[in-house]
């Protein structure tokens, strides 16, 4: 999983305390990361519906979707595509001990562990929503974190 998709999850956090739409540069800004490096991040969450860019003076980035309707795994594939984390090159059908491709009926046991192991992960992250991670992040922090964000997020950078 690349670096990006905490930066992501990070901005969708944040949106759900703002006001107002948050522009790239305030949210690069709170995080301490190049702005076009978070660009990136938030293009991509563009680009599969979970964020919008407003235009305009007061514009920035804003969540299209309630919280508790994006989950981490949006978020994860929006960055990082679908693509499973393990892809099998049927190296058993390989070498001078290779099965022949009419006996490979199902995927060989490695495979099928793994395919396990993706899926459970992907569950796992279907499961939290960017609303969960707000509510963790409220318990951990404190009630007056989000207000807090709210005031800072609200302040002009000019």
């Known amino acids: 999983m690349s670096g990006g ?27 301490d990361v190049s702005g076009s490096y978070l660009a990136k991040q938030l293009q991509a969450l563009s680009r599969a519906g979970l964020v919008q860019s407003v235009q305009g003076h007061a514009g920035g980035y804003v969540l299209t979707r309630p919280p508790a309707e ?30 022949a491709a009419e006996a490979c009926l199902r995927p060989c046991a490695i495979s099928r562990a793994m395919t396990a192991a993706d899926d459970a992960w992907r569950a796992a992250l279907r499961a939290v929503t960017i609303a969960d991670l707000a509510a963790d992040v409220t318990g951990d922090y404190g009630p007056g974190t989000f207000a807090g964000l709210r005031t800072w997020l609200a302040t002009d950078i000019s």
């Open 70 to 99: 994006i989950t981490v795994l949006d978020v994860v594939e929006a960055v990082d595509g679908a693509r499973p984390a393990f892809l099998c090159t049927e190296i058993r059908r390989r070498g001078p001990m290779a099965t």
């Open 5 to 31: 998709v905490e930066w992501a999850l990070h901005c969708a956090v944040v949106l759900t305390a703002a006001d107002r739409p948050v522009p790239a540069a305030r949210l690069a800004e709170l995080h």
